[in-house]
């Protein structure tokens, strides 16, 4: 199979799975997993960050 057929079909079946389990997910659950993903988000900019204050050594 050619490779650029190969991955549009790829891509096509991701689609696909992707908008099934949306139609799937019940909404709480929907919700918490937003919610999840926000903190994890959240938790690595706060990781990124530059510290604001540099230690002092006597």
């Known amino acids: ?3 650029d057929i190969h991955l ?3 891509h ?3 689609t696909e ?3 099934e389990a949306r139609a799937t997910l019940p909404r709480e659950r929907h919700l918490r997993a ?3 993903w926000l ?3 959240l938790g690595l900019r706060l ?3 530059a ?3 540099r230690a002092r050594l006597a």
């Open 1 to 3: 199979m050619h490779s």
């Open 12 to 14: 096509q079946r991701a």
């Open 47 to 49: 990781t990124q960050q």
């Open 8 to 10: 549009q079909m790829h």
């Open 17 to 19: 799975l992707a908008a």
């Open 34 to 36: 937003q919610l999840g």
């Open 39 to 41: 903190l994890v988000e």
């Open 51 to 53: 510290p604001r204050h």
